[in-house]
T-cell receptor
């Protein structure tokens, strides 16, 4: 069935390190893909999105490219900050009948 | 704030009681999704509703859980006879169009349900 799979966490990095959080999907259709961020005690916020193959979403220094050939949507940031510490969810919409699917979330901790 | 509004933010219930969680979608949005986030776990889809219709409830437990989105008023997620395992954060999201894949969902801040 349709699904989204994220790399397992937690991920711990030093400030200014390079970040990659892997996300892959399986789908019979062509879903739109999103990254959401959840800060402690808060709800989810949309971080970036891509609606078709080769689209690149970007926001706040984060980027992700919708790669159809590898069915991936990896999240990257060149230089993380302590304030980026949060849980990141990869998700998709449009797998069928409006259904959405999310990965299990990856906890990122950035140390000064 | 015209975002998705959920209330209450925190809800405490004793085993056997009923829990009602409310979600008012963003203005202009007619589609609502409910998710459950168990402690230390990811988001799990529960149900997708349109005004007065349940579109997909494949993630909803078969017993004790129900959801509605009436023509007027907020969407309600109702849990009857709560048990300790129902303790979780419940998130609501809304989108403007039916399954339009380029429309991201907007999330509320969630209701944290604790069962004593």
């Amino acid at each position: 069935g349709d699904s989204v799979t994220q790399m397992e966490g937690p991920v711990t990095l030093s400030e200014e390190a390079f970040l990659t959080i892997n996300c892959t999907y399986t789908a019979t259709g062509y879903p739109s893909l999103f990254w959401y961020v959840q800060y402690p005690g808060e709800g989810l916020q949309l971080l970036l999105k891509a609606t078709k193959a080769d689209d690149k979403g970007s926001n706040k220094g984060f980027e992700a490219t919708y790669r159809k050939e590898t069915t991936s949507f990896h999240l990257e940031k060149g230089s993380v900050q302590v304030s980026d510490s949060a849980v990141y969810f990869c998700g998709g919409l449009g797998f069928g009948a409006g259904k959405s699917t999310f990965g299990d979330g990856t906890t990122l901790t950035v140390k000064p | 704030n015209a975002g998705v509004m959920q209330n209450p933010r925190h809800l405490v219930r004793r085993r056997g009681q009923e829990a009602r969680l409310r979600c008012s979608p963003m203005k202009g949005h007619s589609h609502v999704y409910w998710y459950r986030q168990l402690p230390e776990e990811g988001l799990k889809f529960m149900v997708y509703l349109q005004k007065e219709n349940i579109i997909d409830e494949s993630g909803m437990p078969k017993e004790r859980f129900s959801a509605e989105f009436p023509k007027e008023g907020p969407s309600i997620l109702r849990i009857q006879q709560v048990v300790r395992g129902d303790s979780a954060a419940y998130f609501c999201a809304s989108s403007p169009l039916r399954g339009e894949s380029n429309q991201p969902q907007h999330f509320g801040d969630g209701t944290r349900l604790s069962i004593l």
